[in-house]
């Protein structure tokens, strides 16, 4: 055992160390996850709006967002700012705004699709029973998108989750981040410490985007229609 | 026909989509316990003519009027008008979301409010009389065609409507099921309700209607009783319009 990298994972405090990264990650995520539902909602009902220059700004926004890879966002906010406003963010912070302005974009493209799934068939024979308009967005539209769209919001949460190993690269000491200064710190002594400690980042990945996952299709299951 | 008993009256509605007219001059009178058959080619603004009378198409001119009241002068409030008036659609239009029951009891308890336990043996009793009350408590696609149509009449009737719209309610099914929603629908007219139906089932229309309309183009070619229209319909548009309907050996 002694050769197996696999102790430097418990030398030290560095296990405890991993998960506190791994926190960070998290708090990170859901953190962004959370506005992203939040503003997301409302983007999407605002995109649901047939006027041109809401359509045109919010699908700018929405392309934008898209076309651009993550890491150049981090890098836009995060030294750019800096380097053209004075402004400066801690990587926390920059990641935040990052992962918000694209979970929102995301969302808002989510909900706006399970808003226009909705037959308009469902809105007349709601108004024809006397429903009115709030009603009929109460009882009948939100209940099924909800039903829509909560397993594709869940799946957009995994991929957030995910990509905020990226922050990495902003100097964000995250759960990759613990990974790297252990391996470093470890070279000498253990040196395939690498494939121990990112086995074991895997695994912490996959305990926190598994649960998730599997309530997604056990939801997309129950409400199928 | 005298004054008193006109439920419902049509004055000279004009409907336009586009730059098009669908409805260009339609005037109607609709008595108490009448059960007016609309039929016409496709297009010919039927379904849109059903539309309008409970505010579902804005109308450009012209005056409906809900006993003896406007309805389309802007002062009346539609979510009040429409529990007057029952809609049942082609589709069906089930929320897909709630069980049968709820369906039904969504109309009876947040537009009337009514208190459940009432509207729920109000509910029973209705979907005994149409075969369903073993299926209150299914959700909507784990019906039949045919079912979710008497389901959606059910949830219309249960509103206790002075009028029931019917827009081509069987259009969507197959024929074997037609029969079962038709033959609630003749148990309606004969059970004295007031009705105006928009079907392509000639057979049905002539059996259930008090009066036959037919229009094309947007406005009423022809109206008469069954017998008299189905038999010797006076205008050359309805006789063609018949004649697809019927077959010769060639």
Request: net charge positive.
């Amino acid at each position: 055992m002694q050769d197996l990298g696999i102790r430097v994972l418990f030398m030290g405090n560095n296990f405890i160390r991993l998960l506190g990264g791994l926190w960070i990650t998290l708090k990170i995520s859901l953190l962004a996850v959370a506005l992203s539902v939040v503003l997301g909602t409302l983007l999407g009902v605002v995109m649901t709006i047939k006027h041109p220059v809401i359509k045109a700004i919010t699908k700018f926004y929405l392309e934008f967002i898209r076309i651009m890879p993550q890491l150049v966002l981090l890098f836009l906010v995060y030294f750019g700012l800096t380097k053209s406003f004075g402004i400066n963010l801690s990587g926390q912070v920059s990641a935040v705004i990052v992962f918000t302005l694209w979970g929102t974009a995301e969302m808002g493209d989510l909900v706006r699709g399970a808003l226009i799934s909705i037959p308009a068939h469902q809105y007349e024979s709601g108004a024809a029973l006397g429903l009115t308009k709030g009603q009929i967005f109460l009882y009948i539209v939100i209940p099924q998108t909800l039903r829509r769209l909560i397993p594709l919001a869940i799946n957009l949460t995994t991929r957030m989750i995910k990509t905020t190993s990226l922050i990495v690269m902003i100097g964000v000491v995250e759960v990759l981040k613990v990974a790297q200064q252990i391996i470093e710190a470890n070279r000498y002594t253990v040196p395939d410490a690498a494939l121990w400690i990112y086995g074991t980042i895997f695994f912490l990945y996959f305990l926190a985007c598994w649960p998730i996952s599997l309530l997604a299709s056990w939801l997309e299951k129950r409400w199928k229609n | 026909m005298s004054e008193e008993t006109i439920l419902l009256e049509v004055r000279h509605l004009r409907k336009d989509y586009g730059n098009g007219a669908v409805l260009k001059d339609v005037s109607l009178k609709l008595e108490k316990g009448e059960v007016l058959v609309l039929i016409g080619p496709s297009g010919c603004g039927k379904s849109t003519f059903l539309r309008c009378i409970n505010g579902l198409e804005p109308i450009q001119s012209g005056e409906i009027l809900l006993d003896g009241l406007s309805i389309t002068d802007g002062t009346a409030k539609w979510s009040e008008v429409r529990q007057k008036i029952g809609m049942v659609f082609q589709s069906y239009e089930l929320f897909p979301h709630m069980t049968v029951l709820d369906n039904i009891l969504l109309g009876p308890m947040k537009v009337q409010k009514r208190n459940r336990k009432e509207a729920e043996a109000d509910a029973c009793q209705l979907l005994e009389r149409v075969g369903l009350l073993d299926k209150k408590d299914v959700y909507p696609r784990q019906l039949s065609g045919g079912q979710k149509q008497r389901v959606a009449i059910v949830r219309a009737l249960i509103m206790k409507p002075e009028i029931m719209l019917f827009d081509e309610v069987t259009a969507a099914l197959d024929p074997e099921m037609v029969r079962e929603v038709l033959d609630v629908m003749m148990e309606l007219a004969a059970g004295g309700s007031t009705m105006m139906i928009v079907t392509h089932e000639m057979q049905f229309a002539r059996a259930a209607a008090d009066r036959v309309i037919f229009l094309d183009g947007g406005e009423i070619v022809e109206t008469g009783t069954p017998d008299a229209f189905f038999d010797k319909p006076k205008t050359d548009r309805a006789q063609r319009f018949l004649n697809t309907f019927t077959f010769e050996k060639k």
